[in-house]
């Protein structure tokens, strides 16, 4: 079965990895600077123009598109209307609790329901999908498969890679603020400051690097040399796709102390609120506890491919 996955962003990986366990293929379609709001109707059109083209040259059988933005979902839907085929929505929280997409949550429902299925990271977002009238699947776990790349420079002393995308639910001016307190720690913060939609502590103290934008094999190299991976979120009910990266290497995690993420990171992490005190905290005990957190990551993680084993499987079945 001929199956594409498109998602509207310049770069997912969840999309990649689950295109690829599916044997499918991942389209990123993108135009313009990523999260600036006024060049959204602009950027829709093109991509929207560009999806069509893609969608009427390859002729899929199964169409699996990522909301938001549920644009995409909508033109997908119209185009399995007129060519007879199906479709399956991966849909990220934004759609849920996301004010810059709630107000579309009447179109959400519309095309939920004539989807296939959608899949949704835990069982809080299942159930709001399936009171909507339409069919849903968890799909928490979709594995992580890094280029094969030796690990960054870093030099000497204890590094703690700040995964971060500068949204809204990034508590950034708490983990910087934390940094203070580590002036022993180095930490890197990843994402591009361009894209920011919050203004953060500025000037940064001297134990804190800004990434800036990274390629696969750059991002591999520094996760792959970090002694800790933090990944954090003000959100309930938001999985950690940097969570997962971490999980991917073996590497220790500091995540959000949220039920979801305390049941899908249950070994080799440390689970902490959004608050100064509390992270620079997780940070002192992910120095002392690094070995140990490290080998229960690993253990986390074969558990882990075994579920997803499962879903997929349940997946392909549903699809065919």
């Known amino acids: 079965m001929r199956t594409l996955f498109i998602t509207w962003y310049p770069s997912c990986r969840r999309s990649d990895a689950l295109a690829k366990a599916l044997g499918g293929v991942s389209h990123l379609i993108h135009h313009f600077t990523f999260k600036q709001p006024l060049q959204a109707p602009f950027k829709y059109i093109l991509q929207a123009r560009d999806t069509v083209r893609l969608l009427r040259k390859d002729k899929p ?78 799909i928490g776990d979709v594995p992580v498969d890094f280029p094969k790349v030796e690990p960054a420079a870093l030099g000497p002393g204890f590094h703690v890679v700040v995964i971060n995308t500068f949204s809204q639910d990034e508590p950034l001016n708490e983990i ?82 949220w039920e979801l993420l305390r049941k899908t990171f249950y070994n080799g992490t440390i689970h902490v609120d959004a608050s100064v005190k509390d992270i620079a905290r997780a940070v002192n005990q992910a120095r002392r506890e690094r070995d140990g957190l490290a080998r229960g990551m690993q253990q986390l993680r074969r558990e882990r491919l075994d579920i997803f084993a499962t879903k997929l499987q349940a997946l392909r079945k549903i699809s065919t």
């Open 176 to 257: 910087l603020a934390a940094t203070k307190e580590l002036p022993d720690v180095q930490f890197h913060v990843t994402g591009n400051p361009k894209h920011s939609r919050i203004q953060y502590l500025e000037p940064l103290p001297a134990n804190v690097r800004l990434t800036g934008w990274l390629t696969d094999d750059e991002y591999a190299a520094l996760l792959r040399a970090a002694d800790t991976v933090m990944c954090l979120t003000t959100h309930d009910h938001t999985m950690q796709r940097g969570a997962y990266e971490a999980m991917a290497l073996d590497k220790p995690l500091i995540t959000s102390n």
């Open 61 to 138: 059988q199964l169409i699996l598109v990522a909301t938001p933005p549920v644009f995409a979902v909508l033109l997908v839907w119209l185009y399995c209307c007129i060519y007879r085929t199906r479709f399956i929505i991966d849909a990220h929280t934004g759609i849920f609790d996301d004010p810059r997409w709630m107000w579309l949550k009447p179109l959400s429902r519309f095309v939920a329901r004539r989807a296939v299925t959608t899949i949704v990271t835990n069982s809080f977002l299942q159930r709001e999908v399936e009171s909507w009238g339409a069919k849903a699947m968890i």
